[in-house]
């Protein structure tokens, strides 16, 4: 499996944070889920990853994203960031605050009711970042929001908000889970070896975020991402490379890009040529996905893909624009691959 984003989480991703899941299920379930909560709890024990995961919970098509992960079309929405009635408030600017400008653009979000969702969703993070008046203005709509609107302030220090703030929200509050939790955790999800799981449980002080920090620069992890990231620009098409790109401009440095397919499409290409000696290939994990593709693209498409990926990886030293990479790179890649 593959690292989440907070955004990509559900229920049943999450680790730990049984009973704060459960308390959340009940309300809604009971339609008692109040409209204003706060998320609190140190930092990367999964605050975000719980509101985007409450988001998929109350409106999701198929009512799948209550017990599994889900592909509805609103949940994958919500995955990608781009669901028409989600929206997050981050802290902008040198002083990392939210500013009354911000908070003007919520207010009229708040004022139109859902397109499609069941409830419009806003997600404050680092709520208590959240400047005197824009804390005020906020205020006014906590005091009384609309029945179709749930805002959520996600906070590692709920000291800091406003007393009045406070108070008018349901304060649900993360605890971190034990170290084996997330060491079983780790090798049940994220395919990586039991040292691995073990430094990076024992270095994480029972935050997920900060064992998935340290277990992220698995490299099986991170291939298995970048490939997922391949597969969607092939079935979606040209209109995806866009959001591809900056979803990989965002995740990984340049050469990580390059690298990370040259040893994939080296190994497709070994197996063509060799398919009697899968001991040859660098990804041996994924030994039968890499037979599909040697039988599915032609020697021809796979050359061409190999010299665009070292004609890039030359390149990445001189590009400096983190997204123009792979925006370039996989353009090329994707024609390549469609040569017979
Ligand atoms: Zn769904």
């Not at 409830?119 to 008046?133: D, G, H, L, T, V």
């Not at 790109?245 to 040893?263: Q, S, Y």
């Not at 624009?321 to 790179?329: A, M, Q, T």
Request: hydrophobic fraction near 40%; proline fraction near 6%; glycine fraction near 4%.
């Amino acid at each position: 499996m593959i690292v989440l984003e907070p955004r990509e989480h559900f229920f049943s991703t999450l680790i730990g944070l049984e009973l704060q899941k459960e308390l959340l299920k009940k309300m809604w379930e009971s339609a008692q889920l109040p409209h204003t909560l706060l998320f609190a709890g140190p930092p990367l024990v999964g605050k975000r990853s719980l509101a985007f995961a409450l988001s998929k919970y109350i409106n999701c098509d198929t009512a799948r994203a209550k017990t599994t992960t889900c592909t509805c079309r609103s949940c994958t929405l919500i995955s990608r960031g781009i669901h028409p009635d989600i929206f997050v408030v981050e802290p902008t600017g040198a002083t990392q605050t939210i500013q009354i400008d911000q908070l003007r653009e919520v207010q009229e979000i708040a004022n139109i009711a859902p397109i499609e969702a069941r409830r419009k969703i806003i997600i404050f993070m680092n709520a208590e970042q959240m400047n005197p008046s824009a804390a005020n203005s906020a205020l006014k709509l906590l005091e009384e929001p609309p029945s179709y609107l749930l805002l959520i302030l996600v906070s590692p220090q709920p000291h800091r908000l406003l007393p009045t703030v406070k108070s008018r929200c349901t304060q649900i509050t993360l605890t971190p889970s034990t170290e084996e939790e997330i060491e079983r955790w780790l090798i049940e999800n994220l395919d990586i070896s039991d040292v691995t799981a073990r430094l990076a449980s024992a270095f994480s002080a029972g935050i997920p975020g900060m064992a998935l920090e340290l277990a992220r620069r698995n490299y099986i992890g991170r291939r298995d991402l970048l490939l997922r990231e391949l597969d969607y620009l092939l079935n979606s098409g040209f209109p995806a490379l866009f959001s591809v790109a900056d979803e990989l401009a965002k995740r990984f440095n340049k050469k990580e890009i390059t690298e990370l397919l040259l040893g994939w499409f080296r190994d497709i290409l070994v197996s063509q040529y060799y398919p009697e000696s899968p001991e040859l290939l660098i990804n041996k994990d994924a030994v039968n996905d890499i037979e599909r593709l040697a039988q599915h693209y032609s020697p021809h498409a796979l050359f061409k893909a190999i010299k665009e990926l070292l004609a890039t990886h030359t390149l990445t030293q001189r590009i400096i624009n983190k997204r123009l990479l792979p925006l370039v790179l996989f353009l090329r890649l994707g024609k390549s691959l469609k040569t017979t």
